[in-house]
């Protein structure tokens, strides 16, 4: 029997156009071969060569729909919006400095015990199957920018939705690992060469923008109690923002119970701050530990315009470009879409490094225009 009593005319337009077919008729020929000298094995009718051909096109298909870096590369615009880098080159600058190696995973490992954290965490999601490191870590920027469900990447990635938890834990361990000794408390000299113009003829001795965030987060469910009837809780952390608009400070989560007081005081800015510096906040934080510092504090709520505009002789433009200014510096944050809602309880253990982590990936944005 030759290999055309078997296949159809379809088959055979569609074979010179599908390399992947193209590999299986060879492999049916190579089947029908052996036959040739095996009459106990039955030959596949043409009804189940297309339905392992069919399978076979349906599996190429959902891989070229997969969401992978590589189909985005190209558009500068979707790379920003997806993850928060510029372009595709700065984002695989941004890799390749930081990409896992034997060595940098036994630190991380070595750091987690020593916490007494589980290493596992972070040596799992590193082995998901039909994913590159490259991908992990856009898929990771995915999650936290754009607030991704893993039941959506499960999906694409033909994976359990596990897999994907782990995976994202795994890279948030791991970045923050990676970013968190980076030196971010700028010094005098390096805030006043990166200092905007305005700022130079406003509060030229400003140090830092202090910003008080408050998030949700989900509580495991052996947590839920009858004081969290809605088995969620309220979490803040200090941010603290240079006039160029950098994080260089980020403090761990503290609950609602902690007066912002007490927030700012066990944060450990005060520790950092020199006499002379003017610290700024975007709301009504009041630091009554400044003034044993040497530390001006200046407020840019509506409600402190008229000391500004009074006091300092600030007018009322270079009051409101201050504002803005700072807005959008704060918003840089915000523009990680995770934590919109109610951070899922899954990753309760692991909220102060997925904050820290999203913080510092804003100051690969560069500088405030």
Excluded at 150 to 163: A, F, H, M, R, Y
Excluded at 239 to 249: L, M, V
């Amino acid at each position: 029997m030759t290999l055309h009593e078997v296949v159809s005319p379809q088959q055979q337009n569609r074979k010179s156009k599908a390399p992947t077919l193209q590999m299986e008729t060879r492999c049916y020929e190579a089947e029908l071969l052996l036959h040739e000298h095996n009459y106990s094995k039955r030959l596949l009718t043409v009804k189940e060569q297309l339905q392992v051909t069919e399978k076979e096109l349906k599996r190429q298909v959902l891989k070229c729909e997969q969401f992978f870096l590589q189909r985005i590369q190209c558009e500068p615009e979707m790379i920003l919006f997806y993850t928060g880098f510029k372009d595709y080159n700065t984002l695989k600058a941004f890799y390749l400095a930081l990409q896992p190696t034997p060595e940098t995973l036994g630190s991380c490992s070595h750091m987690l015990q020593l916490n007494n954290t589980d290493d596992d965490t972070v040596n799992a999601g590193f082995h998901t199957a039909r994913l590159c490191l490259f991908d992990q870590l856009f898929l990771f920027l995915c999650f936290v920018r754009r607030g991704f469900l893993p039941i959506d990447v499960s999906t694409q990635l033909l994976v359990s939705e596990e897999v994907v938890q782990m995976t994202w834990i795994t890279w948030c361990h791991y970045l923050f690992f990676m970013l968190g000794p980076l030196p971010i408390w700028l010094s005098r000299r390096s805030v006043n060469e990166l200092m905007p113009p305005f700022f130079r003829t406003t509060f030229a001795k400003t140090r830092v923008v202090l910003h008080l965030t408050e998030i949700q987060v989900q509580l495991p469910t052996s947590t839920v109690n009858s004081s969290h009837h809605k088995g969620s809780t309220t979490l803040k952390s200090l941010i603290g923002i240079t006039p160029s608009g950098s994080i260089s400070f980020v403090s761990s989560f503290y609950t609602a119970a902690v007066s912002d007081q007490d927030a700012v005081r066990e944060s450990g800015i005060l520790n950092i701050l020199e006499p002379g510096d003017v610290v700024m906040t975007d709301k009504s934080l009041e630091i009554e530990d400044l003034d044993v510092i040497g530390v001006d504090l200046v407020s840019l709520n509506f409600s402190g315009a008229n000391k500004l505009l009074n006091e300092d002789n600030v007018s009322q433009t270079d009051f409101d470009h201050l504002k803005i200014h700072m807005e959008r510096a704060i918003s840089r944050i915000k523009e990680y879409h995770i934590f919109d809602d109610v951070v899922p309880s899954v990753l309760h253990s692991s909220v102060n490094q997925l904050w820290t982590v999203c913080a510092l990936l804003t100051n690969f944005q560069g500088p405030l225009s």
